[in-house]
């Protein structure tokens, strides 16, 4: 995990490619458990029926196709997480960019949809504990290392 502090310029400025990773994240997670729901099905009829004749071929194909979606969705986390950016929710879309106010670190939070970053929150209070952005917040500035 990145120690990366943001301004709110340089999170709005990272926004858009976050965005789009985030994006491809959350269709990759969509894939993967849209196969889980396939075998899961697969399972309870093999089960209910006492057993059947499977296509062998089939099930290996989408077998690969799970670990490539779970392999997109680890990678796109993985360039999120190394940008300094933190996905709170891959299941909404929700993002936190760490910003120091004065002497503590706050995160700049944003939710997929939302046109920029509007709301920030301290570390502890989470999603619902979200602010609007004042101006201590929007002004921010990292303090340079001692």
Same mark, same amino acid.
């Given at each position: 995990?990145?120690?990366?502090?943001?301004?709110?310029?340089?999170?709005?400025?990272?926004?858009?490619?976050?965005?789009?990773?985030?994006?491809? &994240?959350?269709?990759a997670?969509?894939?993967?458990?849209?196969? %889980?729901?396939?075998? !899961?099905?697969?399972?309870?009829? @093999?089960? +209910?029926?006492?057993?059947?004749?499977l296509?062998?071929?089939?099930?290996?194909?989408?077998?690969?196709?799970?670990?490539?979606?779970?392999?997109?969705?680890?990678?796109?986390?993985?360039?999120?997480?190394?940008?300094? &950016?933190?996905?709170?929710?891959?299941g909404?879309?929700l993002? %936190?960019?760490?910003? !120091?106010?004065?002497?503590?670190? @706050?995160? +700049?939070?944003?939710?997929?949809?939302?046109?920029?970053?509007?709301?920030?929150?301290?570390?502890?209070?989470?999603?619902?504990?979200?602010?609007?952005?004042?101006?201590?917040?929007?002004?921010?500035?990292?303090?340079?290392?001692?």
């Open positions: 995990m990145s120690n990366r502090l943001f301004t709110l310029d340089e999170a709005h400025t990272l926004l858009p490619v976050m965005e789009s990773l985030l994006r491809a &994240a959350m269709a997670n969509a894939e993967r458990e849209e196969i %889980d729901g396939e075998f !899961q099905e697969l399972a309870t009829r @093999v089960f +209910l029926s006492g057993g059947a004749l296509n062998i071929g089939e099930l290996k194909k989408r077998k690969l196709d799970r670990e490539q979606a779970t392999q997109r969705v680890k990678d796109a986390l993985a360039e999120i997480d190394s940008a300094g &950016a933190q996905v709170k929710d891959l909404i879309g993002l %936190d960019f760490p910003c !120091q106010v004065d002497d503590e670190v @706050v995160l +700049l939070c944003w939710k997929l949809g939302e046109p920029k970053i509007t709301h920030w929150h301290r570390v502890e209070e989470g999603f619902k504990g979200r602010k609007p952005i004042d101006e201590r917040i929007a002004k921010a500035k990292p303090k340079p290392p001692v």
